[in-house]
């Protein structure tokens, strides 16, 4: 059973910073990629950004430049950095990793983290 479990959310202001973490059940590399995603009220899920297990990335349009994924291997985390907070940045985040394993892919979720940013 995997357990994703992020950490880091709260309330910041406009232009602030804040890091997210998520910690893994057992080894990470398990995982083809790990990501961050999104939901504002009244929205959709959206994709933050993601990193594959050989450390490429990818970032939505609205965080490139702000935000940073990176992962600890040794201690199975992912983390978001988050800075120039803007108040449209505010939703709740959600930890993601995916396997692929041919045609079957299974994808995990944490809980989710509050971010609010005030202007």
């Known amino acids: 059973q995997v357990q994703l479990v992020e950490s880091g959310g709260g309330l910041v202001q406009a232009g602030g910073s804040l890091r997210l973490s998520c910690a893994a059940s057992?080894?990470?590399?398990?995982?083809?990629?790990m990501g961050w995603y999104r939901q504002a009220p009244g929205k959709q899920r959206e994709l933050v950004g993601t990193i594959t297990s050989g450390d490429s990335t990818i970032y939505a349009d609205s965080v490139k430049g702000r935000f940073t994924i990176s992962r600890d291997n040794a201690q199975n985390t992912v983390h978001l950095q988050m800075n120039s907070l803007k108040p449209e940045d505010t939703a709740v985040y959600y930890c993601?990793?995916?396997?692929?394993?041919?045609?079957?892919?299974?994808?995990?979720w944490g809980q989710g983290t509050q971010v609010t940013v005030s202007s």
């Open positions: 993601n990793a995916r396997k692929t394993t041919g045609w079957r892919t299974e994808n995990y």
């Open positions: 057992g080894s990470i590399f398990r995982f083809n990629t």
